[in-house]
């Protein structure tokens, strides 16, 4: 089992920043690791992976440019860190871990979640 812990949501204006940070309880070092969200009355949608190495990263089109994947294995966390926020980037984030990278885009090949932090974006 890993235990996922997102930190690093709130209330920001549009074209601020925000870094999310995704704390496992134990090494995810093997694992690749995502982001989604979901905001009220849709589904959740994939943000961004990355690898267990951290040699590949994937973006949804509507973040590409603006946020970053990166993973600190050592501290068994992965951040996002989200800059030019629009408001429509308000939901909940949740970072998730998969054994390995394919299928990276969809949710339900996911293992592990966390809870999910919000993040909200006032225009």
């Known amino acids: 089992q890993v235990q996922l812990v997102e930190s690093g949501g709130g209330l920001v204006q549009a074209g601020g920043s925000l870094r999310l940070s995704c704390a496992a309880s134990r090494t995810v070092r093997s694992y690749a690791m995502g982001w989604f969200r979901q905001a009220p009355g849709k589904e959740r949608e994939f943000v961004a992976a990355?690898?267990?190495?951290?040699?590949?990263?994937n973006y949804a089109d509507s973040v590409k440019g603006r946020f970053t994947i990166s993973r600190d294995n050592a501290k068994n966390t992965v951040y996002l860190q989200m800059n030019s926020l629009k408001p429509e980037d308000t939901a909940v984030y949740y970072c998730?871990?998969?054994?390995?990278?394919?299928?990276?885009?969809?949710?339900?090949?996911?293992?592990?979640w966390g809870q999910g932090t919000q993040v909200t974006v006032s225009s």
């Open positions: 998730a871990a998969k054994r390995d990278y394919s299928g990276f885009y969809y949710h339900y090949e996911y293992d592990y």
């Open positions: 990355i690898s267990w190495g951290g040699g590949s990263t």
